[in-house]
């Protein structure tokens, strides 16, 4: 079933490219990340084209649950820990500034922009939010504590974001994209130095930025080990609760809410891609105790590409591709960072100084916990003995019966059951077995 957003949205369409193109920027890739660098780009008076192998926001941007907020779990107190205090009040800064941008171009798009506080909770520990809170007043940001909030199940308590946002993905994008030198339906097949190939012809440019979701190019920046992709699932149901506000846990199976009009959506049963997890299951469970009246409008799943430290990838490629420039590892906060995503690489392209590119660098340190976990699941994938394989790196591929999909645990592609691909980093489609 298509998600909500698909449901009550139509985008403009836009003609493959038929020839070679020269350009002074080239953006791959049409999710939000790509089209806002777009839209950046175009106000700058920038030279730009974007290509899409398919149409605008066909991957993860149509199945977001569409959170405009700096609230990304209780992650400042372990951003100190890893980065100390001035980066973390600058990552703090730029998903703030990201969403006054957002508050300021929905003034003149009908896209349900609406303000909703933020709420991170905690099912048994009040200790972590307690120290969320103190490293959130070192970063003299004004969150608060809530001892109750208005959903059916019993919690610790809350942190509160306040005036953050929510809206309508597609109806945004609808708005933005109009105008912008789109090429969709125009696949690029090799990247070289200054040059992208497409089955239509060759595109050359003086910088590129990879807005591809995980990133295309193995041989440089060793993407391969520094995400994994993680999927959660989207129930949307009419006849339930008002929670006037977003809602996360804390933990990472846990469960989050929002409303859209008379809507509640219910995500979660999140896992690593290609693992069990609860699914849409564990989804109807929890309606069918505490929603018994609800009636499901729409489900989906989202995949996110997840970093090793939490921050995203955000800047040039790797330190020997000089004119590359990537947006990866957004984490569940795709809407937020694709906006700071467009803010640093615009001024990268343009050489202007951005006091947030240090803290998204691309090239700083992988010697982080995940790492290990990430090398253990790529080797067991890769020696797993099983007949069905991954063309991205030759991992052994798991079949998803919910889904009816073959997904990749190391990298976290996924094909049809004809072996059509619907999720890279693979760029092919599955050889038939």
Not at 126 to 150: N, T
Not at 278 to 297: H, I, M, V
Request: net charge positive; charged share 20%.
């Amino acid at each position: 079933m298509d998600s909500t957003w698909l449901q009550t949205a139509k985008l403009p369409t836009f003609d493959p490219l038929r020839s070679d193109l020269k350009t002074d920027v080239l953006i791959i890739g049409g999710g939000m990340a790509g089209l806002l660098c777009a839209h950046k780009l175009a106000e700058a008076g920038v030279d730009y084209a974007l290509v899409e192998a398919d149409r605008i926001c066909g991957g993860i941007t149509k199945n977001t649950t569409a959170k405009i907020t700096s609230q990304h779990g209780l992650v400042y107190h372990k951003l100190i820990g890893q980065f100390g205090v001035e980066r973390a009040r600058l990552y703090l800064e730029a998903n703030q500034a990201a969403l006054a941008q957002y508050r300021k171009l929905c003034q003149d798009i009908d896209c349900d922009f609406e303000e909703k506080d933020a709420f991170v909770y905690s099912t048994d520990s009040r200790r972590k939010l307690d120290q969320e809170l103190a490293a959130l007043d070192r970063l003299g940001f004004a969150a608060a504590f809530s001892e109750h909030i208005p959903l059916p199940i019993a919690v610790a308590g809350a942190i509160q974001f306040p005036r953050q946002a929510q809206f309508h993905p597609l109806k945004f994008v609808a708005a933005i994209a109009k105008n912008l030198r789109i090429f969709e339906r125009t696949k690029v097949v090799e990247l070289g130095p200054g040059k992208a190939v497409t089955h239509a012809g060759t595109i050359t440019a003086k910088a590129i930025i990879v807005a591809t979701h995980f990133p295309l190019l193995n041989k440089h920046g060793s993407y391969f080990l520094k995400l994994y992709q993680h999927r959660s699932y989207v129930l949307s149901l009419k006849n339930a609760s008002e929670v006037d506000g977003m809602y996360l846990d804390e933990n990472q199976k846990g469960l989050s809410f929002r409303n859209y009009q008379d809507l509640l959506f219910l995500g979660g049963g999140s896992h690593r891609t290609g693992k069990r997890g609860g699914g849409w299951q564990e989804l109807e469970r929890f309606a069918s105790q505490y929603y018994p009246d609800a009636k499901e409008t729409a489900r989906w799943a989202t995949q996110d590409c997840m970093t090793l430290d939490g921050v995203p990838y955000i800047g040039p490629y790797s330190k020997r591709t000089a004119g590359l420039y990537v947006a990866t590892g957004f984490h569940k906060w795709g809407m937020t960072s694709s906006m700071v995503a467009a803010n640093v690489l615009t001024d990268l392209v343009l050489e202007r100084d951005n006091p947030y590119t240090p803290v998204f660098s691309p090239s700083r340190t992988i010697l982080r916990p995940q790492l290990v976990v990430n090398g253990l699941e790529s080797t067991l994938g890769l020696l797993t003995p099983t007949k069905p394989r991954c063309p991205h790196m030759g991992c052994a591929l798991k079949y998803n019966a919910a889904e009816h999909s073959w997904d990749c645990p190391c990298h976290g592609s996924r094909f049809g059951e004809d072996g059509t691909r619907i999720d890279n980093p693979a760029n092919d489609d599955k050889k038939r077995m």
